[in-house]
């Protein structure tokens, strides 16, 4: 079966853009997960939804947000782009709210802001 | 910040030799993963072990958790060059719905 799957794969941003990456879980899949990955701070957790309801956020400025639509597809959305938000941000998938499961991961949205 | 630590944080071995990581962590946990990330790819999950659960085997891997150490140990038995990648354990916290917490990771490297 298809894996998680984040588009797009690469992303050059300017400070001050915004910018909007999407991640389509497995199928069946009702959790969606994102993470930040960066040299100096690893990973990095941001949010989870859970059939469209947010469930839990991690300590991130509101200039990052996300959402889940019906079908469990997520996307987030950083606006107002700093340097810093330079990173590799990886999507994670998991059948249910049962967290007996581990979590498929994405191959990530490399984002460079300029 | 995170609540894992690993140790150590880099490792060399030659193939055909045992690997071991190490992880402690903070909080009481439901579960702990252990998941391998190539060349800052995206992360593939190896194992979860429960906290009613000591030891679990898969393959080549053994993983033992010890919650009243907080700590959980990933071997990798017979290490091959494709092994070659980082290695992260990963938390999921009593009342954090959906959140793992990862460890720094430890590099691992297996030469032919």
């Known amino acids: 079966k298809a894996g998680v799957t984040q588009t797009p794969r690469y992303l050059i941003k300017t400070r001050g853009q915004q910018v909007t990456l999407s991640c389509s879980p497995i199928?069946?899949?009702?959790?969606v997960s994102w993470y930040q990955q960066t040299p100096g701070q690893g990973l990095q957790f941001l949010f989870e939804y859970f059939s469209e309801t947010q469930r839990n956020k991690g300590n991130f400025p509101g200039r990052f947000s996300g959402r889940q639509f019906s079908n469990s597809r997520s996307e987030m959305n950083v606006s107002t782009l700093e340097l810093g938000d330079s990173a590799l941000y990886l999507c994670a998938s998991s059948p249910a709210s049962d967290r007996g499961y581990g979590y498929t991961f994405g191959s990530g949205t490399r984002l460079t802001v300029v | 910040s995170q609540q894992g630590e690993e140790d150590p944080q880099a490792l060399s071995i030659q193939e055909g030799e045992n690997a071991t990581m190490n992880c402690s962590y903070k909080?009481?946990?439901?579960?702990l993963q252990w998941y391998r990330q190539n060349s800052g790819r995206g992360l593939v999950h190896l194992i979860l072990i429960r906290s009613n659960e000591r030891e679990k085997h898969s393959g080549r891997l053994r993983v033992t958790l010890d919650t009243s150490k907080k700590s959980s140990s990933l071997l990798i038995t017979a290490s091959r060059a494709a092994d070659t990648a980082s290695y992260f354990c990963a938390t999921d916290a009593e009342n954090q719905g959906g959140k793992l917490i990862f460890g720094q990771g430890t590099e691992l490297s297996v030469k032919p």
């Open positions: 199928s069946g899949h009702r959790s």
């Open positions: 909080t009481s946990i439901n579960n």
